[in-house]
């Protein structure tokens, strides 16, 4: 009788460890996908051998995660148009940061420099064409 309670009681045992690990994977997914979305940038990205990351890199991968991050929470209508847009808004947004990063650089090319600044008032400009055609047509 003594086994008989001992092995309920260590079954008991193992469906309460069973049932609070699988309650904090629940509570715990939302924030474990968004550590991989985060990561999976990072994970993409190689550098030449002996190469480090520099200040300027970081800044880009960071750009590239908070777009990745934005698209994965954006919720698709099956609008082929005002889905395109809501995805490109994020796109543009990321390549203003971007060339935000590059511009705080000292030692960038004045051909790259100049094309990144134009690069950021078009993008400004084509988001702010973007938001206008989704108040008008978004469904």
């Known amino acids: 009788m003594n086994r008989m309670m001992a092995a309920a009681t260590a079954l ?3 469906s309460l460890s069973l049932n609070s690990i699988a309650s904090a994977q629940d509570q715990g997914t939302a924030a474990a996908q968004e ?4 990561d999976s940038m990072l994970g993409m990205m190689t550098m030449t051998p002996g190469k480090e990351m520099s200040e300027a890199d970081r800044g880009y991968v960071k750009a ?3 777009m990745q991050q934005t ?3 954006s ?3 099956g609008d082929p148009s005002g889905d395109f847009v809501r ?5 543009h947004q990321s390549a203003i940061a ?3 990063v590059l511009l705080q650089q000292k030692d960038v090319e004045p051909a790259i420099r100049s094309m990144a600044e134009k690069m950021k ?3 400004q400009q084509e988001i702010a064409e973007m938001q206008a055609w989704l108040e008008t047509h978004a469904r």
């Open 12 to 14: 008991g045992v193992v």
């Open 35 to 38: 550590a991989a979305a985060q």
């Open 71 to 73: 698209l994965m929470k």
């Open 121 to 123: 008032k078009d993008q």
């Open 75 to 77: 919720e698709m209508s």
């Open 87 to 91: 995805m490109m808004i994020p796109h």
């Open 98 to 100: 971007m060339v935000d």
């Open 64 to 66: 590239m995660q908070t």
